[in-house]
Nanobody, 123 residues
Framework: QVQLVESGGGLVQAGGSLRLSCAAS????????MGWFRQAPGKERELVTA????????YYADSVTGRFTISRDNAKNTVYLQMNSLKLEDTAVYYCTAEPYGDIYDFRNPAYWGQGTQVTVSS
């Protein structure tokens, strides 16, 4: 059974930083493209970033480029999202997702989703 467990969310002031982690189990992690989606209240869910199975290629939404960094540690079955210079509009529930050998540029419907972790940015 595949499980994706997010951690690291919380409340942070605008301009601050947070690091999300996602621990994966029940899958061969190195064969999966990993991604982070987010959903803010009243808004559609959107892809924030995705990283390929080897970790040498990543996609970022325009809204987070230059501020967020995705990385992975295949030895630890964990993917990370470093979020810097956080803005009010980054407030959302962030979901860790996984798709076997997914295309980072067409990462719309990953097979597996975590429960989500809340990120709240305050002024």
């Amino acid at each position: 059974q595949v499980q994706l467990v997010e951690s690291g969310g919380g409340l942070v002031q605008a301009g601050g930083s947070l690091r999300l982690s996602c621990a994966a189990s029940g899958l061969t992690f190195s064969r999966y493209t990993m991604g982070w989606f987010r959903q803010a209240p009243g808004k559609e869910r959107e892809l924030v970033t995705a990283i390929n199975w080897s970790g040498n290629s990543a996609y970022y939404a325009d809204s987070v480029t230059g501020r967020f960094t995705i990385s992975r540690d295949n030895a630890k079955n964990t993917v990370y999202l470093q979020m810097n210079s956080l803005k009010l509009e980054d407030t959302a529930v962030y979901y860790c997702t996984a798709e076997p050998y997914g295309d980072i540029y067409d990462f719309r419907n990953p097979a597996y989703w975590g429960q989500g972790t809340q990120v709240t940015v305050s002024s």
